[in-house]
């Protein structure tokens, strides 16, 4: 779908897949493609992966507007708790494990967890 989109229609398509899946009430019929759009954001994120060449879409995408980093998280947090979706239902246990780690990993580079205070920021003479 993004292949076949105009550069400047491509914001507005992961962002619709991402609002649809957030809104969504029952089965996330969506979620594999909220999954790849909050990918396609995270890519662009401090400490994202790069986008598969192979996977991934044929043409560059533009830079994503940061708020989509918080509504890509939600999207991710919502999959994860869907108890009647892909984790559940699609792979083994083991298999489930992995890949919600996975969607842990990249909410946390969409936005970061705040720094522990039990780490202290820089060191103090002592």
């Known amino acids: 779908m993004l292949d076949e ?20 009430h029952d089965y ?12 396609l954001i995270a890519a662009q994120c401090p400490g994202g992966q790069p ?3 192979i996977c991934g879409p ?9 708020e ?3 509504l890509a998280a939600e999207a991710l947090e919502g999959i994860a708790d869907d ?9 083994t246990e083991a298999d489930a494990r ?4 996975g969607l842990r990993n990249l ?10 205070m039990d780490v202290p920021l820089f060191d103090l003479p002592t």
């Open 5 to 24: 989109s105009r550069s400047e229609e491509r914001e507005a398509i992961v962002r619709g897949v991402l609002t649809r899946v957030i809104r969504a």
């Open 28 to 39: 996330l019929i969506e979620a594999e493609q909220a999954v790849a759009a909050a990918a």
């Open 51 to 53: 986008v598969d060449p």
């Open 58 to 66: 044929d043409e560059p995408m533009p830079a994503f507007a940061v």
């Open 68 to 70: 989509l980093r918080e």
């Open 83 to 91: 108890e009647t979706g892909p984790a559940s239902n699609w792979v």
């Open 98 to 101: 992995t890949w919600l780690r």
């Open 107 to 116: 909410g946390n580079v969409l936005v970061p967890p705040p720094p522990s």
